[in-house]
């Protein structure tokens, strides 16, 4: 799948969360919705992009947003590293990359000389009807929350 624009249907996603709660793109209609992407669980960049979306929760719900992150890792690992940096958001396990690849942001990528296959990080902005606002592939873990408050604050 190619790379998601404004105006494009967000794709469906039915995943289940860190509590093993099955967590739907439905359940956000009505609510604008920050649907970020990262690699891997309790890792540095993720961390801090993590702990950077928890510290602005309340800023983001003043502006009617809604967050849930979305990796290839277990629910009991998201489960620990929710508990670990107390993130209280959904984390949703994409084990199998089908919610990735419908997003564009599963991918070839390159560390070290070796190419494999991973999670480009990547956050999008859904509007209350479910489609696009903002796309931003390779984002790094800083910029997430302060792209999102830009373009919640035009």
Known sequence: MGKLSPGDPAPDFQLPDQAGKVVKLADFQ???????FFPKADTPGCTRQAC???????DLAALGLAVVGLS?????????FDAKYGLDFPLLSDPDH???QAY??????????KKAF???RSSFLIDEKGKIIRSWYK????DTVPLVREALER
């Open 30 to 36: 009505g609510k604008k919705l920050l649907v970020y």
């Open 52 to 58: 950077s979306v928890r510290d602005a929760r309340e």
């Open 72 to 80: 290839p890792d277990a629910p009991e690992r998201q489960r620990k």
């Open 98 to 100: 089908r919610v990735a």
């Open 104 to 113: 564009g942001v599963w991918a070839e990528k390159s560390m070290y000389g």
């Open 118 to 120: 991973g999670i480009v």
């Open 139 to 142: 984002v790094s873990p800083e």
